[in-house]
């Protein structure tokens, strides 16, 4: 006779096994952005129905009630909300950390996905593996270019550009705008040297390879530092027409001057970690040249001329100017924050 076992008796049936890993983990690092931070989660939803995904979303310390709005229109997507804003960089890496997914796509609450792009960027790194990073094509909300979907690598001739004010008289030449990758309409597929961080694949793997984002850099420039180290590890990001999203750009940044100041702060990081002393000294000085340059023409132009136009451009680069101390040396530490 067989024996019982009472222990097992009355325990049910097995518990379910846990749900699938989703094939890609989609990170939105939302900051004071409540309305397009509610238009791009909602704009997933809708434009990628057969991709399995799951959406984790970070709230910067927001002031405008982002993390209140996103939780009661989307209760079942988790929301990580933070005290304070510890920036983009260190805002993602903390989501990727709840992520399962076998890819990771870095998405800017000011987006708008169109036309099932995810899917179309995710079909684009299974067609084109080698790349390891892989980007789509970004546009403004009346439908123009918005360039801001990758960019060429930092360099002394593109400092010397900037500084001479070449970049500006000669944006659709690659030759003397080769960080804004001038010419290039964003509307073929291309290997790029960066790949924005407002739309960015990359396999988690590689991403927990790479130790996702350099914790130093509070916002820009992070994506540039990343897309470095991966290179060195043989990646060759590539972009694709075919996954296009609207992005309205800067729309945590209010004021002109504070995000020209943490852009300048992102790129001195940048030049301080990876370039050499002489030249790290030299693209300071091509920053400090280009900024003073600009200073001064556009204020010369304000008291000549009398023009608003005039004095509005002077004055977002006079204040540049006269804080140099605060981005020209980069952004201290993560520590020292």
Request: a neutral charge; charged letters at 25%; glycine letters at 10%.
């Amino acid at each position: 006779m067989a024996t019982r076992d009472p222990a097992a008796e009355g325990a049910g049936e097995a518990p379910p096994p846990p749900p699938p890993a989703p094939e890609v983990s989609i990170l939105v690092v939302s900051y004071n952005t409540r309305e397009m931070t509610l238009a791009c989660l909602a704009s997933v939803i809708a434009e990628t129905p057969e991709l399995p995904h799951e959406l984790i979303v970070l709230d910067n310390a927001s002031a405008d009630g982002s993390a209140d709005a996103i939780a009661a229109a989307h209760p079942d997507i988790p929301l990580i909300r933070l005290a304070e804003n510890i920036g983009f960089g260190r805002g993602n890496n903390r989501a990727a950390e709840a992520a399962r997914g076998r890819y990771l796509l870095l998405l800017n609450p000011d987006t708008v996905v169109r036309d099932r792009a995810i899917e179309r960027l995710v079909a684009f790194a299974r067609r084109r593996p080698e790349a390891m990073i892989w980007g789509g094509r970004t546009i403004f909300a009346d439908g123009s270019p918005n360039p801001s979907s990758a960019w060429g690598r930092l360099s002394l001739w593109s400092l010397t550009a900037f500084a001479t004010g070449l970049s500006v008289l000669f944006p659709r030449s690659e030759l003397t705008n080769p960080e804004g990758i001038g010419g290039w309409g964003r509307d073929t597929e291309r290997g790029v040297d960066i790949v924005s961080g407002c739309f960015l694949l990359i396999e988690r793997a590689f991403w927990e390879r790479l130790g996702g984002f350099d914790p130093d850099y509070f916002m820009y420039a992070e994506e540039a530092d990343l897309c470095h180290r991966a290179r060195a590890l043989g990646a060759r990001p590539r972009c694709t027409p075919e996954a296009m999203i609207v992005h309205h750009g800067g729309a945590s940044e209010r004021v002109r001057t504070e995000k020209a100041l943490r852009l300048l702060s992102g790129k001195a990081t940048l030049i301080a970690k990876h370039w050499s002393p002489p030249a790290a000294w030299a693209g300071r000085n091509l920053y400090r040249l280009g900024v003073g340059l600009r200073a001064l023409g556009y204020g010369l132009a304000a008291r000549l001329t009398g023009r608003q136009r005039h004095r509005e451009a002077a004055e977002p680069w006079a204040a540049l100017w006269r804080r140099q101390a605060e981005w020209i040396r980069g952004y201290p530490p993560a520590g020292e924050r």
